[in-house]
């Protein structure tokens, strides 16, 4: 699996959009970027995935750079809610069953009131 | 409610006395994983189930054991648990489609 590298903290106020960006400059061809997210101790929540097109659900928007080497993870209107541990992972296969997903150190996001 | 079930949260052990995680999942998913995290470390997979009876290493294998009899069921058993084993535990499960893998709630585990 290509290595990513993210910052290891970040604040962002509140209302406002959280970006948190991610380097995967050795990703291949065949990787997704996968985004999770781990608020306290409780398990990783999974929040949105792509391989090269940009993606949009309810919780979020992922932006993919043309070349693939990095990506950007968008919260559109953090709240307090939203302050967790943001894991990007880049890994061989979008069967979410089977691939090893290799979990980083993460990005803590804090947003303040 | 769909979900992941661990049992026990918390466990404090003494080394060497054999214990199993449970693990349960109520979504008829085929795939599930176990984690282990540690400060530092980040989360590191165990061991892996495709289906039933159907188990691989993941990356920090060594001192456990899993077994896939019930396609709902996957515990995590430690035979001699030493104090390097202290860590937090989690179980996943995922259908192998776009919605990623749901994590249980974690288990901490202390071997003392």
């Known amino acids: 699996d290509a290595k990513t590298t993210q910052p290891p903290s970040m604040d962002c106020a509140e209302g406002r959009a959280a970006n948190l960006p991610c380097n995967h400059s050795?990703?291949?061809?065949?990787?997704?970027v996968y985004w999770y997210r781990q608020i306290h101790s409780q398990g990783p929540q999974y929040i949105i995935h792509g391989l090269k097109n940009n993606e949009t659900n309810e919780m979020a928007s992922l932006i993919i750079t043309e070349d693939r080497k990095s990506s950007t993870l968008i919260l559109p209107h953090a709240t307090l809610r939203d302050t967790a541990v943001y894991y990007c992972?880049?890994?061989?296969?979008?069967?979410?069953?089977?691939?090893?997903?290799?979990f980083g150190t993460g990005t803590r996001l804090t947003i303040i009131p | 409610e769909a979900q992941v079930t661990q049992n026990p949260r918390y466990l404090i052990t003494v080394t060497g006395k054999k214990l199993t995680v449970t693990c349960s999942q109520n979504?008829?998913?085929?795939?599930m994983s176990w984690y282990r995290q540690d400060p530092g470390l980040g989360l590191r997979q165990i061991y892996y189930s495709m289906n039933v009876e159907v188990t691989d290493k993941g990356d920090v294998p060594e001192g456990y054991k899993v077994s896939r009899k019930e396609k709902r069921n996957f515990p995590l058993i430690l035979e001699s648990p030493s104090p390097n084993q202290t860590s937090l535990y989690f179980c996943?499960?995922?259908?192998?489609?776009?919605?990623?893998?749901?994590f249980g709630s974690g288990t901490r585990l202390t071997v003392v």
């Open positions: 992972i880049a890994s061989p296969s979008s069967n979410f069953g089977n691939e090893k997903l290799t």
């Open positions: 979504m008829n998913h085929e795939y």
């Open positions: 996943a499960s995922s259908s192998g489609t776009s919605y990623g893998y749901t």
């Open positions: 050795t990703i291949s061809g065949n990787e997704y």
